[in-house]
């Protein structure tokens, strides 16, 4: 079986923050928080124009490879995909059944190979990041005393 990339443009929810881009993510009941996709511009539109946060959010189409990175990229807490939520007040507990792990979501909407080429790499470029800010913590001196250590041993 041949697995091809998702050429269908998605929407979702996003803004411009200082430099970056921030998207704008829902909370399930269980406090989880997802990324609210659509596969239509006009549900995006009624999805914000319902709940409306203020604040310059705006509906942006974008691509699966773009939702990767995301996904996955520097800073990304969110684990979830929901695709095409009912606008708020929407049934949380549904949403979160119909949701997706954001692996799952890569998986299923881009072509598998350069799928997992780009997650690895951003995986290790966060495992080198972590590893950076563990050495520098290492690498300070440690203090001749603990708190709750008495010098003399003993």
Known sequence: MVRRTY??????????????MEVLTVEF????EALPVFSFEEEARMFLE??????GWRVRQTTAGELASVLFGPGAGVRRV?????????????A?????????FVRTYLDGEG?????????????RARAASFAGEAGRERPSVLPGERRGGG
Not at 29 to 32: A, L, Y
Not at 50 to 55: E, I, Q, W, Y
């Open 115 to 127: 799928v997992r080429t780009s997650v690895a790499r951003l995986r290790h470029r966060r495992r």
């Open 29 to 32: 009941p269980s406090g989880e």
């Open 7 to 20: 050429r269908r443009p998605f929407w979702h929810i996003a803004r411009r923050e200082a430099s970056c």
């Open 50 to 55: 319902s709940g409306a946060p203020v604040g």
């Open 96 to 104: 979160e059944l119909l949701s997706m792990g954001r692996e799952a």
């Open 82 to 94: 929901v695709l095409d939520p009912l606008p708020p007040p929407f049934p949380g507990q549904l």
